[in-house]
């Protein structure tokens, strides 16, 4: 079994590397994160980096923050932009929303992958998707996938949206593991050192009856990281 983490971050990457995980795609949170990352990236191969500014973390962000981030990515078209999003519940959402767009545009236009948290924004987030040419779209990575099926089967009308299952998709009560389709399906520990990637996917597998899953699943990561 070889396994690619979809979602952790650099507080939390040495426990990523269990027993069969083969590679982690490291998502920033803020500015600062960025430098860690590329530092990382240069001493372990395994490491996917992805770069951006999370809903969390928008206050003081400056407006100009998005030219760094083109400048960046710009010196290596692997680089993914994430983790970038909105979250309902979080404070200042107008502000959230501006440097999610700024950055999603920017991902657009690069034709980087996405790596997309949405925390009771989805209405907000489903109608942006309509407002692009769907062939424009660059591979999404919709982090910790815990939404009912009516999201699922808006979203799937993008052929590159997959669904990043972590510890509470797959435990939780509103995520319908057997609707989604086993192509679109990744794995992550979202930083979460107590996570073991392979018992997740066992767990996936016995709910979709498929015994090839692990295969399935690593797969679908490099179809994303190939941008197919």
Known sequence: MKIIDAHTHIDYITPV???DVAGAVCCATQES????ILDLMKTDNRIYGAFGIHPWFVEGVNDD???????LLQSDSNYMVGEIGVDKYKPDIKKQWDV?????????ILKRIVCLHCVGAWDKILHTLKQYNKKDLPPIIVHGFNENEQ?????LQYKNVFFSL????????NCRIEQIPQN?????TDGKPDVILSELISVI?????ESNLPEIIYNNMQRVLNNE
Not at 33 to 36: E, G, L, V
Not at 65 to 71: I, M, R, S, V, Y
Not at 151 to 155: H, V
Not at 166 to 173: E, L
Request: proline fraction near 0%.
């Open 166 to 173: 972590n510890k509470n998709s797959v435990y939780g009560k």
């Open 184 to 188: 679109n399906i990744l794995i992550e």
């Open 17 to 19: 590397f269990q027993k």
């Open 65 to 71: 923050f998005d030219k760094n981030l083109k400048q």
């Open 205 to 209: 597998a016995k709910i979709k009856n």
């Open 100 to 108: 999610f767009i700024k950055q999603f545009e920017l991902a657009i």
């Open 33 to 36: 994160d960025w430098s860690k």
């Open 151 to 155: 999201i699922m089967t808006q979203l």
